[in-house]
């Protein structure tokens, strides 16, 4: 039997996903908790062996928190269900974390993946792993000049269409070099591109 505890501070992210669950012969939600200080106690009240903890925004703080709920005396398997990137995958890998799904996973893969949690929760799954431990090896790719260009534009906090003008391009083209940089950095936006940039010395 899996006993699952939500952690979100959004009332219907945990009312969802105890919607979600409550057809679900072997799956038994024991607590609803909005914040870590909540979530610890409630893991240490009841015999958890699994949890949700959604994942919005990524965060090194709830990346901690999940490492310290599968630390808990009965070590639950915990899946981080939310919106990060590749680094945050493998962050969660390294932190023994059991799971990683977007917010955007089916009902029937959430379901798969608390089942596993809790019956492996030493093993780690995440839909974007192998990309995410190819992007390691490789390290960041180097960018052309031009989406050199609209990098640094992006981190100035210029706008698509401000970026157009001053390269004489049309918005669509930076568009383009926009979805290449993210691709190239193995994020999913600006602050992130700005933030992986900076660490591995392409932007200075």
């Given at each position: ?23 679900e012969h ?88 608390i089942r ?75 602050a992130q ?12």
């Amino acid at each position: 039997m899996v006993r699952l505890l939500i952690v979100s501070d959004a009332t219907l992210v945990r009312v969802g996903l105890s919607a979600a669950v409550a057809g679900e012969h072997d799956i038994t939600v024991v607590g609803c908790a909005w914040s870590g200080q909540h979530a610890l106690a409630l893991c240490a009240e009841n015999d958890v062996n699994a949890v949700v903890v959604e994942f919005r925004p990524a965060s090194e703080e709830t990346l901690a928190l999940a490492a310290h709920l599968r630390a808990t005396p009965h070590r639950p398997g915990v899946v981080l269900l939310g919106h990060g990137d590749d680094r945050h995958v493998l962050r969660a890998m390294e932190l023994g974390i059991s799971a990683y799904l977007p917010l955007n996973a089916t009902v029937e893969v959430v379901l798969a993946t608390i089942r596993r949690a809790a019956s492996a929760p030493d093993s780690f799954t995440a839909p974007d792993l192998a990309r995410a431990l190819r992007l390691r090896e490789a390290g960041p790719q180097e960018l052309s000049p031009r989406e050199d260009q609209v990098l640094r534009q992006l981190r100035e906090g210029s706008s698509l269409s401000t970026i157009a003008h001053k390269l004489l391009v049309s918005e669509s083209t930076v568009k383009t070099y926009a979805t290449r940089i993210y691709e190239k950095l193995g994020v999913r936006g600006r602050a992130q591109a700005v933030e992986v940039a900076t660490r591995s010395g392409i932007l200075h």
